[in-house]
């Protein structure tokens, strides 16, 4: 269990205190005791019996936060009190809305927004397609595709269940990009499925981002959406990865002063993100990366576990064919990327890897190997994380990368567009954030999607994707 104190584990309580200077006492007492964090703490009235409290915390699980709970509201002095769960309360109702451009406020505003105007509007699309980029919402809307069949952190869950993270997705993409997105978690049994429902969907939107994909059908479903679609189409959890990713990479290599191209790369877990990471980095200028999953290095071979994509990337990786597992392979490393689950890099293992290591440890919520247990020895670390530093976050890039694409109505998101997105993010760090070991900066950088957008879009001119 993470010991790491969390925004998402913040609780709320309000308590009807018995008013005497002891059990305010108490209560501060008790929260130090329970192991929570306070954040604030405040009186909202009182009168000559009582005195009305708000507590906010930050635990580190929910079993954490309501054990605290059950001990302040045990204790003596307390008449009453209310504990809310604070995160579980911002998605009361949902995270979105439909906001309209246009009001209707009078009999001329309805003529003109609906019918008898709107039918103007629908004949100049009928006869001009493309103008639905102009007349419509679909120049600047993006539908969040997923079937929960691999929601972050959670596995298969189904499309249910996965709504709050796509519903948090159209957040980020309007919050960081000015882009209007929309939720479509599709109940389907087969990529077939999936593919079809998103064609039929298509004319609605500008592009397309999939999202929680399980691998290999995420790779089936973007590489058929791709063929048949003219808007662009972009797996985040692959590609978005990998941008950013390797971003953090860039400036991993000023400061270590190791060259790409004689890397020895390690990559632990080998799913829909680790294929995408490990394509990119070659196309960045890596030479050797091993590719690891469950079974150990992923070669030319062999037989356990593999698939179609293991089978064509044992073609294209691992060139020396090293065999055995992580703990083996990972002999003389220069960088190790994880894509796997907690704990799955040891400290002795790191010590096995070449002086300075670099390690990106992206398991969430809990990292391959926390940052405190290698916190003294000589090397670069980023995670998934927000409460740690250099977290290696999507949110730096598909915002940025829909925006430029959008901007420039490209019919794809090419290889050009994501190298110059990685590089527009390395290239937020400046020189003395590099020389404290900042490599990436942070979700909340000013202008960090506007920078990603305008570089984007250069490329999306310079390689001929570009439709304005």
Same mark, same amino acid.
């Given at each position: 269990?993470?010991?790491?104190?969390?925004?998402?584990?913040?609780?709320?309580?309000?308590?009807?205190?018995?008013?005497?200077?002891?059990?305010?006492?108490?209560?501060?007492?008790?929260?130090?005791?329970?192991?929570?964090?306070?954040?604030?703490?405040?009186?909202?009235?009182?009168?000559?019996?009582?005195?009305?409290?708000?507590?906010?915390?930050?635990?580190?699980?929910?079993?954490?936060?309501?054990?605290?709970?059950?001990?302040?509201?045990?204790?003596?002095?307390?008449?009453?009190?209310?504990?809310?769960?604070?995160?579980?309360?911002?998605?009361?109702?949902?995270?979105?809305?439909?906001?309209?451009?246009?009001?209707?406020?009078?009999?001329?505003?309805?003529?003109?927004?609906?019918?008898?105007?709107?039918?103007?509007?629908?004949?100049?699309?009928?006869?001009?397609?493309?103008?639905?980029?102009?007349?419509?919402?679909?120049?600047?809307?993006?539908?969040?595709?997923?079937?929960?069949?691999?929601? #972050?952190?959670?596995?298969? /869950? +189904?499309? %249910?269940?996965?709504?709050?993270?796509?519903? =948090?997705? @159209?957040?980020?993409?309007? *919050?960081?990009?000015?882009?209007?997105?929309?939720?479509?978690?599709?109940?389907?049994?087969?990529?077939?499925?999936?593919?079809?429902?998103?064609?039929?969907?298509?004319?609605?939107?500008?592009?397309?981002?999939?999202?929680?994909?399980?691998?290999?059908?995420?790779?089936?479903?973007?590489?058929?959406?791709?063929?048949?679609?003219?808007?662009?189409?972009?797996?985040?959890?692959?590609?978005?990865?990998?941008?950013?990713?390797?971003?953090?990479?860039?400036?991993?290599?000023? #400061?270590?002063?190791?060259? /790409? +191209?004689? %890397?020895?790369?390690?990559?632990?877990?080998? =799913?829909? @993100?680790?294929?995408?990471? *490990?394509?990119?980095?070659?196309?960045?200028?890596?030479?050797?990366?091993?590719?690891?999953?469950?079974?150990?290095?992923?070669?030319?071979?062999?037989?356990?576990?593999?698939?179609?994509?293991?089978?064509?990337?044992?073609?294209?990786?691992?060139?020396?064919?090293?065999?055995?597992?992580?703990?083996?392979?990972?002999?003389?490393?220069?960088?190790?990327?994880?894509?796997?689950?907690?704990?799955?890099?040891?400290?002795?293992?790191?010590?096995?890897?070449?002086?300075?290591?670099?390690?990106?440890?992206?398991?969430?919520?809990?990292?391959?190997?926390?940052?405190?247990?290698?916190?003294?020895?000589?090397?670069?670390?980023?995670?998934?994380?927000?409460?740690?530093?250099?977290?290696?976050?999507?949110?730096?890039?598909?915002?940025?990368?829909?925006?430029?694409?959008?901007?420039?109505?490209?019919?794809?998101?090419?290889?050009?567009?994501?190298?110059?997105?990685?590089?527009?993010?390395?290239?937020?760090?400046?020189?003395?954030?590099?020389?404290?070991?900042?490599?990436?900066?942070?979700?909340?950088?000013?202008?960090?999607?506007?920078?990603?957008?305008?570089?984007?879009?250069?490329?999306?001119?310079?390689?001929?994707?570009?439709?304005?």
């Amino acid at each position: 269990m993470s010991t790491h104190f969390s925004a998402s584990y913040s609780f709320t309580m309000d308590i009807r205190l018995e008013k005497k200077q002891e059990n305010r006492v108490r209560l501060l007492e008790t929260l130090g005791r329970e192991g929570a964090r306070l954040i604030q703490f405040f009186r909202m009235g009182d009168n000559m019996e009582a005195e009305e409290i708000t507590i906010e915390f930050y635990a580190t699980s929910v079993e954490h936060g309501e054990k605290v709970v059950a001990a302040l509201q045990d204790l003596p002095g307390v008449l009453e009190s209310w504990a809310t769960d604070t995160t579980m309360a911002i998605h009361d109702g949902g995270k979105l809305e439909i906001s309209p451009t246009s009001s209707v406020d009078n009999a001329d505003e309805l003529a003109m927004a609906y019918t008898p105007g709107v039918a103007r509007v629908c004949q100049e699309i009928h006869k001009n397609p493309e103008r639905a980029f102009d007349l419509t919402i679909r120049q600047n809307c993006v539908a969040v595709v997923s079937d929960g069949t691999a929601v #972050l952190g959670l596995g298969n /869950i +189904g499309p %249910l269940a996965a709504m709050p993270v796509m519903e =948090g997705k @159209a957040v980020l993409f309007k *919050a960081f990009g000015r882009v209007d997105a929309f939720p479509l978690c599709v109940k389907t049994k087969t990529p077939e499925e999936l593919i079809d429902f998103v064609e039929k969907v298509a004319p609605s939107f500008g592009g397309i981002n999939l999202e929680d994909i399980a691998a290999p059908a995420c790779f089936q479903v973007e590489q058929e959406l791709k063929k048949r679609l003219d808007i662009p189409v972009f797996h985040d959890d692959q590609h978005g990865t990998a941008v950013v990713a390797l971003a953090a990479l860039l400036n991993s290599l000023k #400061l270590s002063g190791k060259k /790409i +191209g004689e %890397l020895k790369m390690v990559i632990n877990g080998f =799913g829909a @993100a680790g294929v995408a990471c *490990a394509k990119m980095f070659a196309e960045a200028g890596v030479k050797n990366i091993i590719p690891c999953d469950r079974a150990g290095a992923i070669y030319r071979g062999r037989t356990q576990g593999m698939n179609s994509v293991k089978e064509e990337c044992a073609q294209i990786f691992n060139p020396n064919n090293e065999q055995g597992s992580l703990s083996e392979v990972i002999q003389g490393a220069d960088i190790f990327i994880g894509l796997s689950g907690p704990g799955t890099l040891k400290r002795e293992d790191v010590l096995k890897m070449a002086p300075k290591p670099i390690i990106f440890a992206m398991a969430n919520p809990i990292p391959e190997i926390l940052p405190e247990e290698i916190a003294d020895l000589d090397c670069l670390i980023a995670t998934g994380r927000s409460d740690y530093p250099n977290q290696i976050n999507n949110v730096l890039c598909f915002p940025g990368i829909f925006r430029g694409a959008l901007d420039c109505r490209a019919s794809d998101i090419n290889e050009a567009m994501k190298l110059a997105a990685a590089q527009a993010i390395a290239d937020c760090v400046d020189d003395e954030q590099l020389a404290q070991g900042i490599i990436i900066p942070s979700a909340f950088h000013p202008g960090v999607a506007d920078f990603v957008a305008e570089r984007v879009e250069q490329a999306a001119r310079d390689s001929g994707v570009a439709r304005i």
